[in-house]
């Protein structure tokens, strides 16, 4: 069995198209390229969202919980690519399944979890959780286009 491939941020650069201040990955780990691993976001109070979502008791958005997961999922498949040329753009077909389970709080590590279930040449399913101190703040399945 091989070790976890880690990508610090200089190389998920390279992966994804992302960038600040939609960037939502610090680092990840690819367990099997292409279909498994494991996404990180140290989270600050400097994240533009908690300014306005919501002053007083800031929460990161849901939507951008899914995103993170998203975004390591892309990484993942892109990691796990050969030949590529150029930085592809990873689009969100479907998102189902999703709860919500706790608040994402500044000075939380969210890791996120996610693991391929289906493809099909450009279209990709995963699902995936996102966890902070070992417990589940958020879940869903999601499908995406590689383009």
Do not use: C, W
């Not at 498994?36 to 008791?57: I, S």
């Amino acid at each position: 069995m091989s070790e976890n491939r880690v990508y610090q941020i200089e190389e998920i650069l390279k992966l994804l198209p992302h960038r600040y201040p939609f960037l939502l990955l610090d680092r990840l780990e690819v367990e099997i390229p292409g279909e498994k691993g494991m996404g990180l976001k140290n989270l600050t109070m400097n994240e533009e969202f908690f300014q306005g979502h919501f002053p007083g008791n800031p929460v990161m958005p849901g939507v951008l919980q899914i995103e993170a997961m998203a975004q390591t999922a892309g990484a993942i498949v892109v990691a796990g690519a050969e030949n590529v040329e150029k930085t592809p753009s990873v689009l969100f077909m479907s998102i189902d399944g999703v709860k919500f389970r706790k608040p994402v709080k500044p000075g939380d590590q969210m890791k996120m979890y996610v693991e391929k279930i289906q493809s099909r040449r450009n279209v990709f399913v995963f699902k995936g959780k996102a966890m902070v101190d070992d417990k589940v703040v958020s879940e869903a399945e999601f499908t995406a286009m590689i383009i």
